[in-house]
């Protein structure tokens, strides 16, 4: 089946630095791929997507690309701030799965000043 | 994006009571679906609720244990029921996206639930 495999955390990195966060995928179909990030004590909110192969998805400074030849969705930031501290969350969607998202287990990231 | 509500927004319950959480959005949406979110995990589907049909549930998920309504187009209902501390989850819903972007999830902010 379906699933996504994300860098274990925590991350911690000082403001300013560049982040990267690995995730890689297995799918049988075409999947539309995602992040998002859950403040703490909030919700999750779409960070960004890209439902095909070579899409850059960016948002906020943040960006991945769809490899499908590596079958991954790293996530991006070249200078990060105290208030990027977050969980961040891979997923994928799968038209043939109704839809549904298939999470990574998430990477938690702290920023210090 | 639509805006999605939920009702509690945090809850304490004695173990083997119930408790109905309520997702309201603000459009009408063809999909909602719902997550649990264990403490410090990943978030994991319970279940698919279409208008008009029966939920469709994930494995290690049953109806007798999750009950879910879809009455119309904006509205659905969760409940735990007969809990047990290892339910103590934030529970989220979610809806998709207007077409053609039916692939994308926007997400209630979740409910809070610790049972003692």
């Known amino acids: 089946g379906d699933s996504v495999t994300q860098m274990e955390g925590p991350v911690t990195l000082s403001e300013e630095a560049f982040l990267t966060i690995n995730c890689t995928y297995t799918a049988t179909g075409y999947p539309s791929l995602f992040w998002y990030v859950q403040y703490p004590g909030e919700g999750l909110q779409l960070l960004l997507k890209a439902t095909k192969a070579d899409d850059k998805g960016s948002n906020k400074g943040f960006e991945a690309t769809y490899r499908k030849e590596t079958t991954s969705f790293h996530l991006e930031k070249g200078s990060v701030q105290v208030s990027d501290s977050a969980v961040y969350f891979c997923a994928l969607s799968d038209p043939g799965s109704g839809y549904a998202l298939n999470f990574g287990k998430g990477t938690s990231l702290l920023v210090t000043p | 994006s639509a805006v999605i509500s939920q009702k509690p927004s945090r809850d304490i319950c004695q173990r083997g009571t119930s408790l109905t959480i309520q997702c309201q959005v603000d459009?009408?949406?063809?999909?909602m679906f719902w997550y649990r979110q264990q403490p410090g995990q990943s978030l994991t589907l319970i279940a698919t609720?279409?208008?008009?049909?029966?939920?469709?549930?994930e494995s290690g998920f049953v109806i007798d244990k999750f009950p879910i309504s879809r009455p119309n187009l904006t509205f659905s209902t969760l409940t735990v029921s007969n809990m047990s501390p290892e339910d103590s989850s934030i529970y989220l819903c979610?809806?998709?996206?207007?077409?053609?972007?039916?692939?994308?999830?926007?997400f209630g902010p979740g409910t809070r639930l610790l049972v003692l």
């Open positions: 459009s009408q949406v063809t999909m």
């Open positions: 979610s809806v998709d996206g207007a077409d053609p972007h039916q692939e994308t999830q926007y």
């Open positions: 609720a279409n208008q008009g049909s029966e939920a469709t549930y």
